[in-house]
């Protein structure tokens, strides 16, 4: 028979695979920690535009996990879960004629989003919740621009993948620094969830911060390394939770302002949140 120690224990283990649960169908697309997969160059703006620019931006990453950090920090095995995520961003933006180093502009994001439990046998993919966002930066001194952006997420996605669940709104200081063939690419972002409608709560507020290093060795070779971290405030719905990742990855500098970047992320340290790793992708096209 098991003593009141174990019992205590199978409890509180199953209290907190319980909140991985509905974190993991809350929101599957913030699956990733914060903006882990963006990569270098990520907030590399221009001035002097005041006729305008275009650029798409697709994203991708898959993550894996077969673990999950407790609270204690502990590595204990799990369901093998695996994600596919595509973000595809469509931006246009302006700077003003009498003021080039200012500018503002607007982006549209669409998720498209897969998951498997392989251990489970089960599914899901669909569209998540699209996000529209304004921006505006400004170039402080040469080659550093700093700026915010205000994240706005539609409850209108599929609910298989966690849409249609809740308004969220996420709001984000940034900065990029360009040092002859140095990058320097950082940002903290505040995550304010609305309240769901299958649960009648709120998940609890996160905040993530990344830091993205990049040295040019040639002009078309990038390497890149980086760190991020993302800590959510527990709820009804959620245990509180955190996760720290490393990056490391290569961007690959084309013609016209194109560039693919890719790059390996894991989890080096949590609590109650997977330790999983993920292989991102970033392809950047200008207008």
């Given amino acids: 028979m098991p003593n009141d120690t174990t019992n205590r224990n199978i409890y509180k283990h199953a209290l907190l695979l319980a909140g991985l649960s509905s974190l993991f169908f809350v929101s599957i697309a913030e699956a990733a920690t914060g903006r882990s997969f963006i990569g270098p160059h990520e907030y590399a703006l221009p001035t002097d535009v005041p006729d305008g620019f275009k650029v798409f931006v697709g994203y991708a990453y898959y993550e894996t996990s077969d673990e999950f950090y407790n609270d204690d920090g502990d590595k204990l095995s799990s369901d093998r879960n695996e994600s596919l995520v595509t973000l595809a961003k469509f931006s246009q933006g302006w700077t003003l004629k009498e003021h080039p180093s200012f500018g503002y502009a607007y982006e549209v994001i669409l998720p498209v989003i897969g998951s498997r439990n392989r251990t489970a046998n089960t599914s899901a993919s669909g569209v998540g919740d699209p996000i529209v966002a304004p921006y505006i ?107 720290t990742d490393i990056l490391v990855g290569l961007m690959f500098h084309l013609k016209n302002g194109r560039s693919t970047a890719i790059h390996l992320a894991h989890a080096v340290d949590g609590k109650n949140r997977p330790a999983s790793s993920s292989l991102n992708f970033r392809f950047v096209r200008p207008f």
């Fill in 137 to 243: 930066w400004y170039e402080i001194a040469e080659g550093v621009k700093v700026g915010t952006d205000l994240l706005i997420t539609l409850p209108i996605g599929q609910k298989d993948v966690g849409g249609g669940d809740s308004w969220k709104v996420m709001n984000s200081v940034f900065i990029d620094v360009q040092m002859n063939k140095f990058n320097y690419t950082g940002d903290v972002i505040w995550n304010y969830p609305g309240e769901s409608n299958r649960f009648d709560d709120t998940v609890g507020k996160s905040w993530s911060t990344e830091h993205v290093f990049g040295y040019r060795t040639t002009e078309l070779i990038e390497p890149y390394v980086g760190a991020a971290y993302e800590y959510q405030r527990g709820s009804s719905i959620n245990v509180a939770n955190s996760e």
